[in-house]
């Protein structure tokens, strides 16, 4: 079955949270797919790169790290990724590829933050927030780890496509679960998500305290169209991702500046 032609649903990349435990299983299948994909590869990890912009010195966390893909390609252009997941399997394979001194720490997204107010210039969470049932407390930490101006960068599974992939449609306005199957190297595996109205993902922002810069719906990189040619075409035509850039209010200016 063709993912994007036939199976919207299959957009949705799996990541990281509060079951994390359960992507130990499958996490070697999961990185090998993800890696070179159309829809990560060549769609969603070039749209977030492109999103932050220069990064050069820049102290990043990636919430929601996986296997490190993300991760490593901030730190190649200059940005200083510290990276969290809630799978301790996810994390070996990044410690693999960013190496033993690579910042990588266990931490759930719906837990507390193990880092002080203002650590971070921007938080990059990549296909991670469509997992959570209620974001305010994942995005009150981010914001308090974010320093003023600093920016949470985000993408999720489109609300449009949540809404228009079940028989019967659900309710538009309401936020609720619902599970996919997903195959890595012939093994099944069912992931659970939450599905929420357009406004409820932006009141949610501005709720924690960020202000929003920036609403996207990028086409993937067109490097893909010669690998993917059948599938890049059938996925420029379709609904995807939503990205978001949301910003911390800068600190007021003082009686000097």
Same mark, same amino acid.
Do not use: M
């Given at each position: 079955m063709d993912p994007v032609t036939d199976r919207p649903e299959t957009l949705a990349r799996p990541?990281?949270?509060?079951?994390?435990h359960d992507y130990?299983?499958?996490?070697?299948?999961?990185?090998?797919?993800?890696?070179n994909n159309l829809l990560n590869g060549y769609y969603e990890r070039p749209a977030m790169l492109a999103l932050?912009?220069?990064v050069a010195g820049r102290r990043i966390l990636d919430a929601g790290c996986g296997s490190g893909p993300l991760s490593a390609a901030l730190r190649d252009r200059g940005a200083d990724v510290t990276g969290i997941d809630a799978s301790a399997g996810m994390l070996a394979l990044a410690r693999r590829r960013l190496g033993d001194d690579a910042a990588l720490h266990v931490v759930d997204l719906s837990d507390s933050l193990p880092f002080g107010d203002g650590? &971070?210039?921007?938080?990059?969470?990549?296909?991670?927030?469509?997992?959570?049932?209620?974001?305010?407390?994942?995005?009150?930490?981010?914001?308090?780890?974010?320093?003023?101006?600093?920016?949470l960068i985000v993408s999720v599974q489109h609300p449009f496509v949540d809404y228009?992939?079940?028989?019967?449609?659900?309710?538009?306005?309401?936020?609720?679960?619902?599970?996919?199957?997903?195959m890595f190297s012939g093994q099944s595996v069912p992931l659970r998500f939450w599905r929420r109205p357009l406004h409820a993902m932006?009141?949610?922002?501005?709720?924690?305290?960020?202000?929003?810069a920036v609403i996207s719906e990028p086409q993937p990189d067109?490097?893909?169209?010669?690998? &993917?040619?059948?599938? &890049?075409?059938?996925?420029?035509?379709?609904?995807?991702?939503? &990205?978001?850039?949301?910003?911390?209010?800068?600190?007021?200016?003082?009686?000097?500046?």
């Open positions: 990541a990281e949270p509060a079951q994390g130990d299983s499958f996490a070697e299948a999961y990185a090998a797919d993800n890696e932050a912009g220069d650590a &971070f210039d921007d938080v990059v969470a990549s296909l991670v927030l469509h997992y959570l049932e209620d974001w305010g407390p994942t995005l009150a930490e981010i914001r308090r780890v974010l320093k003023p101006g600093g920016r228009a992939i079940q028989d019967p449609r659900p309710d538009y306005s309401a936020t609720t679960s619902y599970t996919s199957e997903f932006t009141d949610a922002f501005t709720a924690a305290g960020f202000r929003l067109p490097a893909g169209r010669e690998l &993917f040619p059948d599938d &890049f075409d059938a996925l420029s035509g379709k609904i995807g991702f939503l &990205f978001f850039v949301v910003e911390v209010p800068p600190s007021p200016a003082g009686p000097d500046e």
